[in-house]
């Protein structure tokens, strides 16, 4: 238990351990749906300090890694036209593409600028009136609604040159397409608390029901993680499928209402692709026919884009939870944060990258256990 | 790129018809558009992602919340240059960094 002294209250950090120790009599395996709580529990060992019998399984929920390749190679071409300023979150940079990414895109000469919110991206767009500016809009339910302010504004204030390139995802269809693959060993959720933040939790009632399963919206925090593990094992442990908040100081019921009535305007729901994993039936926003101007992928040819995906890189599997980012052959190898053959290496939530980077020297230690039954 | 940080607001401010506020995140202070929560007040905490306001959070844990960031080179990964980070990433060995700490 080397790492509970880190923890920000070892003395609450050891007492719901405990009562987790206590309370587990039986294997369950547990998914954590967000990128982020991947790196807290992969950084503070958190998987480590749990019963052996509980294993946690790491989700898809890392934005980065999921969009999929056809959108990165898209945003790569419009990057490079020379009437264009393209504009990105940081760690959308190193994602590698078909061949190169954003960052080689602007040792080419592409004028690539990281911002920090898309408002910076649309005021750029208003500084730069004879320049094409776009904004790449990707990220789940807590950065869409910053991204539908973005484009409802561009409209409202008719700032033409502006559009985005938007790949949107939902975590309520990612967790139906995982309980419903026959390979499917989840027996519980850690929802991602601020995608709850935004959304509330009246989508998960139906999805616990139907599956069975216990879904506990959870922060990503260490304690918040233990919490949430806390709370799901009781309710599997007593044979129980409900929806329950583990992190009520940011997550009310009806999430954030503003922010939802936004989403509805700017976007629709689609079908969307997500990288590694294939196409889910209404995972993903796109902007609503109304916003159409101001959608990249109406304003810039980029329809006829073939992608290919290296053959080694296994990331599907591994969002997907069917494999734990060491088993990959390439882990550490062939593909590192330095030479990444798939995005999970690169994102700051990609399950690979926090492998490698906080575990890759002890990973004898570590080694997967056999895969669990599902009860 | 998800991570949402709790900030505390300075002041507040309407512009183009936006409500905007200068919000400090542990000692960084970043603009925050304030639409999706219009009836945050100065001095009051919000979880803050890619400069929105998106839900309220009462000050201790948001202070909680902070320290814990601080201390783990979070607010560096959120608010840091990214153009140094992704460099350093393609060129240099990011676990040299972690594993000398
Ligand atoms: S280690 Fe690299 S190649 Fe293997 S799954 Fe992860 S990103 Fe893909």
Redesign the interface.
């Known amino acids: 238990m080397k790492y509970i002294d880190e923890f920000?209250d070892p003395e609450l950090a050891r007492r719901l351990l405990d009562d987790i120790h206590a309370t587990v009599t039986r294997p369950w395996a547990l998914m954590e749906v967000?990128?982020?709580q991947t790196h807290s529990i992969i950084?503070h060992g958190i998987d480590q300090l749990l019963p052996e019998q509980l294993e946690l399984i790491h989700g898809p929920?890392c934005?980065?890694c999921v969009t999929p390749l056809e959108v990165i190679d898209k945003a790569l071409e419009i990057a490079s036209r020379p009437e264009v300023i393209f504009c990105s979150?940081?760690?959308m940079?190193?994602v590698p593409g078909t061949g190169r990414d954003l960052?080689q895109v602007r040792g080419e000469g592409g004028d690539v600028r990281?911002v920090?919110?898309?408002?910076?991206a649309l005021r750029i767009a208003q500084q730069n009136p004879d320049r094409e500016v776009v904004f790449f809009g990707i990220?789940?339910e807590?950065?869409a609604?910053?991204n539908a302010?973005t484009v409802h504004?561009a409209r409202k204030?008719g700032v033409r040159n502006f559009s985005m390139l938007v790949s949107h995802v939902r975590v309520p269809p990612a967790i139906e397409a995982i309980m419903s693959s026959p390979s499917c060993r989840v027996q519980g959720f850690l929802a991602?608390g601020?995608v709850c933040?935004?959304m509330g939790v009246e989508e998960y009632p139906e999805l616990a029901e139907r599956f069975r399963v216990p879904i506990v919206v959870t922060g990503f925090?260490p304690l918040d993680i233990l919490e949430g593990v806390r709370r799901a094992v009781r309710q599997l442990e007593r044979g129980e499928h409900t929806v329950d908040n583990a992190y009520a100081?940011?997550?009310?019921p009806e999430g954030?209402p503003?922010?939802r009535a936004?989403l509805e305007d700017v976007f629709e729901v689609t079908d969307r692709a997500w990288r590694g994993i294939g196409v889910i039936p209404g995972s993903g926003w796109r902007l609503s026919s109304k916003y159409r101007d101001h959608d990249a992928e109406h304003r810039f040819p980029v329809d006829g884009i073939r992608t290919e995906e290296p053959a080694e890189c296994r990331s599907g599997e591994v969002l997907q939870g069917l494999l734990k980012p060491h088993e990959c052959e390439a882990f550490g190898t062939l593909c590192?944060?330095?030479t990444p053959l798939g995005a999970t290496m690169?994102?700051?939530?990609g399950a690979c990258a926090a492998y490698?980077?906080?575990r890759?020297?002890d990973m004898p230690a570590t080694k997967t256990r056999e895969a669990t039954p599902v009860v | 790129?998800?991570?949402?940080v709790p900030g505390r607001v300075l002041d507040i401010e309407d512009r183009?018809g936006?409500r905007m506020a200068t919000v400090d995140f542990g000692g960084v202070v970043?603009?925050v558009?304030l639409?999706?929560?219009?009836d945050l007040q100065v001095g009051e905490y919000a979880?803050v992602?890619?400069?929105?306001a998106?839900?309220r959070?009462?000050e201790e844990?948001a202070r909680?919340?902070l320290?814990?960031f601080a201390e783990?080179g979070m607010l560096q990964?959120e608010?840091g240059d990214?153009?140094e980070?992704?460099?350093a990433?393609?060129?240099?060995?990011?676990?040299e960094e972690?594993?000398n700490q």
């Open positions: 920000q967000c990128g982020g950084r929920g934005p980065v979150f940081g760690d940079l190193r960052f990281v920090y919110s898309p408002l910076d990220g789940f807590t950065t609604p910053p302010m504004q204030l991602a601020h933040s935004v925090e100081r940011a997550v009310r954030n503003a922010a936004m590192t944060p330095r690169v994102s700051s939530e490698y980077l906080y890759r020297l | 790129m998800c991570l949402a183009d936006t970043k603009e558009c639409e999706y929560l219009p979880i992602h890619v400069g929105f998106l839900q959070l009462d844990s909680q919340t320290e814990l783990l990964e608010f990214a153009w980070m992704a460099a990433e393609a060129g240099t060995d990011p676990l972690v594993h």
